[in-house]
């Protein structure tokens, strides 16, 4: 792929402008709290767009157009089943604890909730795997570089993390929210026209839908049975798995969402934040899904005479990772090229910078200050948070290219996050709502359930990865593989919690106020108007999401 | 004035007016932009940037 002067001046353009970003927040950065946390005076617009944002990496976006190649239209069920209600229950549920106990993180939530232990076992495993994510996302930018624009893979690393580096280090959380939300528009905007030409090409749904197989343009019908849907999951492992588990182990409780919440301006706007967000979440499939199946449809044989198909590999296999790149190749001419290009980069660079400003976050109060050293100035804490912004850079490289060496660290990775994020639900769920859960069970819990996973995960195949330890088990494909892998971390978490609970001391109740349901006084909002209300639109989202399942059933 | 240009919906108000300006400048100026879809696409870019520019935000800076 060539491009044109025009594209390198989109590329030029868009570097400028999250440069000139990082500056402009600069002057507004004084203490740590401003560097790290925002000082809570964001509008709720920039954090409900910087929330949905911050899971939009590259992974998302190439991956769920490769998805949607693979899987067809069931992929909008890590949408419509596997985000849209996770959230709405973060809003409703779960912000009044995390914004009303005024902790800085999750993690210190966890601390405030439980003790010490619990806190410190969460920040590890989270700022090791924020880490490892963005450094991910730097090796796939570049190999993408690579292999599409044939620029040098060295180079691509070394100025995308500079960029980064750079708007992070001088502006922090703010910066990196700002830029998330212009990245956002980018790449919305910038793939919106691919979706209605590609669209228009293949003739419109009811020609896509004409020529694929029923099983790619259903979501529910073929899920009675794994044996008879592209994906090899039954309704009720997807449901209890990716609808349960993993969805609300991820969006309830991930700092790296979870903080674009926490830095709103209030309770209500806390609230509200994950419930907006909800609303573009809910139409994403359009921009994500529909290129995967519009892809698919176009390369069977009746509409072999448009001149595309999803490129393959080596051994002729279709290389499902390379769809969108194959796609704007193949419709955007110079100049919307560069657009297209820079809107890749824009969700590359946005997944990295939310993985590292989160990891500053959670290394400088959770770990340095909780362990290291304690009662230092606030102008200290806030040298702290620059360098660990650039030892996190940094460590990104490193992970970018230790993953050159190994073939299969995005696997291995997705599989620590199910470990991980799978058990951490049942953890928050009892320590929430159950206000005899204890510190000790809440750490031998997720300890367990994160053992529980990996024994799991050793004791089943799919697609060849698994059974270290035994196969005992195979299972149709690797997402089914992680369901099952998340559902008994999930299950061995919270019985362990529940036991371990049974017979150690609770913290007494006033030590617990602000951090447990029964224990809290809920918000009350009045004056405000329905759409301004917290329970009234996520009503509505949850009826406006299961017609969405309705329609495309 | 200043406080106004750094409020974020007119920075990303200005980088789709910049953007625009790009694909309808290239389409009038060379052949290898001459495509309708560059057109299209720079005019929708242009009224989400101006919208964006003359929306308020509510940051307070």
């Known amino acids: 792929m060539k491009l044109h002067v025009a594209d390198y001046l989109v590329i030029i353009l868009y570097f400028a402008f999250v440069v000139a970003v990082g500056f402009i927040i600069k002057k507004r950065i004084r203490s740590s709290n401003d560097f790290l946390n925002s000082s809570k005076n964001i509008p709720l617009w920039i954090t409900s767009l910087a929330f949905i944002s911050a899971n939009l990496g590259a992974q998302e976006v190439l991956g769920m157009v490769a998805s949607g190649a693979k899987y067809g239209i069931m992929t909008v ?28 993180s999750v993690p210190e939530y966890l601390f405030l909730r439980f003790d010490e232990k619990t806190r410190g076992l969460n920040a590890i495993t989270f700022a090791v795997m924020t880490v490892f994510s963005s450094g991910i996302s730097l090796f796939a930018l570049a190999k993408l570089l690579e292999v599409v624009l044939g620029w040098d893979f060295d180079v691509s690393i070394w100025i995308a993390a500079g960029i980064v580096l750079i708007y992070t280090f001088v502006g922090g959380l703010t910066s990196a929210v700002y830029n998330e939300v212009l990245q956002f528009f980018l790449i919305v905007l910038g793939l919106s026209p691919l979706v209605i030409v590609a669209l228009q090409d293949a003739g419109g749904w009811e020609q896509v839908k004409a020529n694929l197989d029923p099983k790619l343009t259903h979501a529910w019908q073929y899920m009675g049975s794994a044996d008879s849907n592209p994906m090899g999951i039954h309704f009720m492992s997807l449901i209890f798995g990716l609808g349960f588990v993993m969805s609300f182990g991820y969006w309830c409780t991930d700092f790296l969402v979870v903080q674009r919440a926490m830095i709103a301006k209030n309770m209500n706007a806390s609230q509200r934040t994950p419930i907006l967000a909800a609303i573009p979440k809910m139409l994403m499939p359009l921009i994500v899904v529909l290129p995967g199946v519009i892809a698919i449809a176009l390369s069977q044989p009746a509409l072999a005479g448009k001149g595309y198909s999803i490129p393959t590999d080596a051994a002729g296999n279709m290389d499902y990772t390379m769809t969108l790149p194959s796609l704007l190749s193949h419709y955007y001419p110079s100049g919307l090229m560069g657009v297209g290009i820079t809107a890749l980069l824009a969700s590359f660079m946005s997944g990295m910078a939310g993985n590292v400003t989160a990891f500053n976050s959670v290394f400088t109060y959770d770990i340095y ?185 | 004035m200043y406080k106004r240009i750094t409020e974020l919906s007119v920075i990303i108000g200005l980088f789709f007016i910049i953007l625009a300006v790009i694909l309808l400048g290239g389409y009038l100026l060379t052949d290898a932009l001459k495509f309708r879809i560059n057109i299209v696409t720079g005019v929708a870019f242009l009224a989400f940037g101006i919208f964006m520019v003359l929306v308020k935000s509510g940051e307070e800076g």
């Open chain 1, 77 to 104: 069920h890590f949408y419509w089943v596997g985000a849209i209600f996770a959230m709405i229950f973060l809003g409703v549920f779960m912000m009044p604890f995390y914004y009303g106990s005024h902790a800085r």
């Open chain 1, 369 to 553: 200050q909780a362990y290291f050293v304690k009662k230092r100035s606030d102008r200290h804490y806030l040298r702290v948070g620059k360098m660990v912004t650039l030892f996190g850079i940094l460590f990104s490289i490193g992970t970018a290219y230790i993953a050159t060496s190994f073939n299969n660290i995005n696997d291995f990775l997705q599989l620590v996050f199910s470990f991980v994020n799978g058990p951490l639900f049942a953890t928050f769920l009892l320590g929430m709502f159950w206000k005899r859960t204890t510190a000790d069970g809440a750490f031998w819990g997720l300890l367990l359930g994160t053992v529980a996973a990996a024994i799991t995960h050793g004791c089943t195949v799919a697609e060849g990865k698994g059974g270290w330890i035994a196969e005992l088990y195979t299972v149709s494909s690797g997402m089914g593989q992680a369901f099952i892998v998340a559902m008994v971390s999930w299950v061995v978490n919270f019985f362990t919690t529940i036991l371990v609970s049974l017979v150690t001391k609770p913290k007494p109740d006033e030590e617990l106020k602000g951090l447990v349901y029964s224990l809290t006084e809920k918000p009350k909002y009045t004056g405000e108007k329905w759409y301004q209300k917290v329970v009234p639109m996520a009503i509505l989202l949850i009826i406006l999401t299961i017609l969405l399942n309705i329609i495309f059933f």
